[in-house]
């Protein structure tokens, strides 16, 4: 089948072309359905007539093969090991931005002017405040209740508190709950922690910028002044820049849907930072420290790495592998640099779980199992090193991503509400159970 690629544009995905289907047996045409093209990337195959031509649906567990939407946000060349947002490469906006200007990129399509850059900031800013009422919902948890328990439960919370910001159909409010959001998730994320410790809930600052706000959050106290280490600030700003979005993964899939059904949006970013938990997706930075200590020296590396393989084992070599990328993620290629960067300047250099990471890296990829499957580090594997380095507990390595994930979180959302052809997502399934059968009265049952 030879497409006609026409030149398409930025305003969405163009016809280019039909594919038949056809009933193999009879030969017969089952239906005639539109090939889509966008501006880079994999065409589709628009299948939305497809159960109304013929009574099937699609089947594809995982969505390993289907698109959930059309989106001008981020794009994943997962063959060739390439990020870009808004179509700027994840190695440009590493060396040369910060977080805050990414997040207005990812969220208006364009890197600001001096002028815009400077406003956002301070909107940013000026929005890290938590209502105080807030603080008395943090003290109703556990101490030793898990950061992510209480990052869920305090973001689904916050439209109790920020009513004038969550209606969905307003692009006002919109505007208003992606600012609140975007400046408070660190905020809240250093109160977990602080309440986690017993120490007092540090203020955010207006003078700093917004990782060293994060960082001055989580390791001040009030009883002297606290300097953020400017190595460790860029640090932090880096990983947030590089977990800022990343296309249709899970957690972004689960705010979408949330956001499909008209959910208010501090209840959809808590729907995706439940999602972002799970070990298999954004829980798997402190899967990796987790699976570093267990290995714990040189030796036992071969030892896990026959568990990995053994198929009766569910042992995974955590930070590898990737849904898309079936080359090395351009992000743990940065991180790997930044880890050594950041690890010298703490002269930490010799942390033996950096150099069993690294020497896991270099079997693995030598190693046919994983070059097979296509298993190279991802994003996870050595996030979590550097963030242990800089003194964050490993089990707020994923309250960490969800600070980073809510510009990309909202940016898709607020796509999401902007795009005509946007209905409630409801997926459809092949049953495969009991047909239909009569009431049993429990008398003669068994
Ligand atoms: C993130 O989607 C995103 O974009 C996510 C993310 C983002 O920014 O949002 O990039 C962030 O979630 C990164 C991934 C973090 N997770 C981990 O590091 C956990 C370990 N990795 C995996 O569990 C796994 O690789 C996934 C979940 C990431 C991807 O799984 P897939 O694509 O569904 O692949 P699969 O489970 O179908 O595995 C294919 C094969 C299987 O072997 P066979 O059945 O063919 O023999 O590869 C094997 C798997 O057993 N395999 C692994 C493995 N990952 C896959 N074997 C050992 N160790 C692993 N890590």
């Known amino acids: ?48 007539t497809l159960h109304g031509q013929t009574g099937l649906f699609t089947y594809d567990p995982g969505y390993t093969a289907t698109a959930s939407c059309e989106s001008k946000i981020t794009y994943i060349d997962g063959d060739e090991g390439e990020l870009r947002y808004r ?75 920020y009513s004038d910001s969550s209606d969905v159909d307003d692009p006002e409010q919109r505007a208003i709950a992606s600012y609140r959001l975007i400046a408070k998730m660190p905020t809240i994320a250093a109160i977990a922690y602080k309440w986690s410790i017993g120490q007092p809930f540090i203020y955010p600052r207006n003078d700093l910028g917004y990782a060293e706000n994060f960082l001055h959050m989580m390791f001040a106290v009030p009883c002297e002044p606290y300097r953020v280490n400017p190595v460790l600030a860029r640090a932090m700003d880096l990983i947030l820049i590089l ?78 592998g990737h849904r898309v990328y079936k080359n090395y993620d351009p992000r743990a290629k940065i991180l790997r640099e930044t880890c050594h ?23 693995a990829l030598d190693d046919p199992y994983f070059v097979k499957r296509n298993l190279y580090p991802n994003v996870d594997f050595y996030s979590g090193i550097i963030l242990r380095a800089m003194g964050i507990p490993r089990r707020l390595f994923t309250a960490v991503f969800a600070v980073a994930r809510t510009i990309g979180w909202i940016a898709q959302w607020s796509e999401m509400h902007t795009d005509p052809s946007q209905k409630i997502g409801r997926p459809r399934q092949i049953y495969s159970g009991e047909t239909q059968r009569d009431y049993v009265p429990v008398d003669r049952r068994g």
């Open 87 to 161: 179509g700027v490469p994840i190695e440009q906006l590493a060396e040369q931005s910060d977080f805050l200007e990414v997040c207005h990129l990812l969220l208006y399509g364009d890197l600001p002017t001096g002028s815009e850059k400077a406003a956002f900031e301070k909107a940013i800013t000026y929005h890290t405040m938590l209502h105080e009422q807030i603080n008395f919902l943090f003290r109703g948890f556990r101490r030793d209740a898990h950061p992510m328990a209480l990052m869920v439960g305090v973001v689904g919370a916050l439209s109790a508190f």
């Open 243 to 320: 977990h800022a979005d990343h296309e249709q993964n899970a957690s972004t899939s689960t705010v979408r849907l949330a956001g499909s059904s008209g959910a208010n949006p501090f209840a959809c970013i808590s729907a995706g930072i439940a999602c972002l938990w799970g070990p298999a997706h954004g829980g798997a930075n402190e899967a990796v420290l987790e699976m570093l200590e267990e290995i714990d020296t040189y030796d036992r590396i071969p030892e896990f790495l026959e568990r990995v393989k053994d198929r009766d084992d569910p042992s995974r070599l955590m930070g590898f």
């Open 341 to 363: 960067r950041v690890l010298d300047e703490l002269g930490a250099h010799n942390d033996p779980h950096l150099k069993i990471a690294m020497e896991l890296e270099k079997i």
């Open 1 to 48: 089948m030879t497409l006609a690629r026409p030149v398409p544009t930025p305003d969405g995905p163009k016809k280019a072309g039909m594919v038949r289907l056809v009933d193999n047996e009879n030969g017969q045409e089952l239906a005639l359905l539109p090939i889509l093209t966008g501006t880079v990337g994999a065409d589709v195959i628009d299948v939305r």
